[in-house]
Structure formats: C-alpha cells, structure tokens
C-alpha cells in the first residue's frame, strides 16, 4: 500500500542518499509481512503526491536541541581524570 505525508522530521529517502526536509510531501510504503514502512521522496516515488495535502504544524519539541549530557554528570563520579 502506498500513501503520502508529509514529513515531521528530516527523514532519509532510502532509494537515494537525499535529504527530506520537514513539511516535505513523501510517499510510505508498507509492505506485507515488513514492519517498517519505506520512505521516498517525491523524485523516487512513483506518481506525485496528491495537490490537496494538507501542510503540518512544527512542534517545537521536533527542532529544539538537547543540553549536553556531560553537564549533568557530576565530577566525583570521574575518578580516572586528572585535574
């Protein structure tokens, strides 16, 4: 089965090594018996997505970065360094 949406996050097409970018239509194809869908982007797949689809909203929880983990782990828990 093939359908089209819009992507959420920057997405690989895996027919080529482009890059999709959010809000970017993207045919998913679901295979039987495969859990995963496949994604391509609108030059790979096959046909073009539907001119009636609809635009999504960015969530700021998608494009916000995450503070640095070593910030977090306290200096007593690093016996082996020298300062």
């Given at each position: 089965?093939?359908?089209?949406?819009?992507?959420?996050?920057?997405?690989?097409?895996?027919?080529?090594?482009?890059?999709?970018?959010?809000?970017?239509?993207?045919?998913?194809?679901?295979?039987?018996?495969?859990?995963?869908?496949?994604?391509r982007?609108?030059?790979?797949?096959?046909?073009?997505?539907?001119?009636?689809?609809?635009?999504?909203?960015?969530?700021?929880?998608?494009?916000?970065?995450?503070?640095?983990?070593?910030?977090a782990?306290?200096?007593?828990?690093?016996?082996?360094?020298?300062?």
């Open positions: 089965m093939r359908r089209w949406e819009r992507a959420v996050v920057e997405t690989l097409c895996g027919a080529c090594p482009r890059l999709i970018p959010i809000n970017e239509p993207m045919q998913l194809i679901k295979l039987p018996g495969v859990r995963r869908e496949l994604k982007c609108h030059e790979c797949a096959q046909g073009d997505p539907p001119p009636d689809l609809p635009l999504i909203e960015v969530r700021s929880r998608f494009t916000k970065r995450m503070a640095p983990l070593r910030k782990i306290p200096r007593e828990w690093m016996p082996y360094r020298e300062d």
